[in-house]
């Protein structure tokens, strides 16, 4: 069974600092990976996806995200954050088998301070 | 082009009622998702459709939850004899089946009193 675990429901990092929100997830077989957004009080958007390629992964608004297979990890990074990425994201692992079925993470709220 | 609608955005009941709620998907989006989000909650995963088909229905809460998809278009996810738990956010997402990035809709938020 698939499974996602993002560490961490809580995030703050200063303006201008480095953003790293961690994701790990199982899969039985090659999965596909996404980071999804949710600005307050408006509906998810994906941010990044990984399916197959390239393991580092580079989204909107400046993240980018790295599949490690042997880590079995997928975080998220921006090497500068900005008020307006204060949101909720979350992780989601996709079976590329049969179906897509998706399993998102609880999600980490991202606060940004000033 | 449109993306996902959901109605109502909205819906205030009373415990015991039903409710139900609607989904149309992006025209020509073969798989269709509905979730819950609780809040200060993730999201949890209800069901799925392949087509009018729901591959796994492992995720409905209980057996007051039903969910059907009609011309592989609008789906309904029905929930009968409402109770105050049920109250969250209602979220539907479309996707085309070869890509499996899916375009979530608004929501509709139900609150049960």
């Known amino acids: 069974a698939q499974s996602v675990t993002q560490l961490g429901s809580h995030v703050s990092v200063s303006e201008g600092a480095l953003v790293l929100l961690r994701c790990n997830y199982s899969s039985s077989v090659p999965p596909y990976l996404f980071w999804y957004v949710q600005y307050p009080n408006q509906g998810l958007q994906l941010l990044l996806k990984y399916t197959t390629g390239a393991t580092l992964v580079k989204g909107i608004n400046g993240f980018e995200a790295e599949f490690k297979k042997s880590e079995t990890s997928f975080h998220l990074t921006k090497p500068s954050a900005h008020m307006s990425d204060a949101a909720e994201y979350f992780c989601a692992v996709s079976d590329r088998g049969g179906g897509f079925k998706t399993i998102f993470g609880a999600g980490t709220r991202l606060f940004v301070k000033a | ?113």
């Open chain 2, 1 to 113: 082009g449109a993306g996902v609608s959901q109605s109502p955005s909205n819906k205030v009941t009373e415990k015991g009622k039903d409710v139900e709620l609607r989904c149309d998907p992006i025209s020509g989006h073969t798989a269709l998702y509905w979730y819950r989000q609780s809040l200060g909650q993730g999201l949890e995963f209800l069901i799925y459709f392949q087509g009018n088909s729901a591959p796994d229905k492992s995720g409905l809460p209980s057996d007051r939850f039903s969910a059907e998809r009609t011309g592989e278009s609008v789906s309904t996810l029905t929930i009968q004899r409402t109770q105050q738990e049920d109250s969250a956010v209602y979220l539907c997402a479309s996707s085309l089946e070869v890509e499996a990035t899916q375009y979530f809709g608004p929501g509709t938020r139900l609150l049960v009193l």
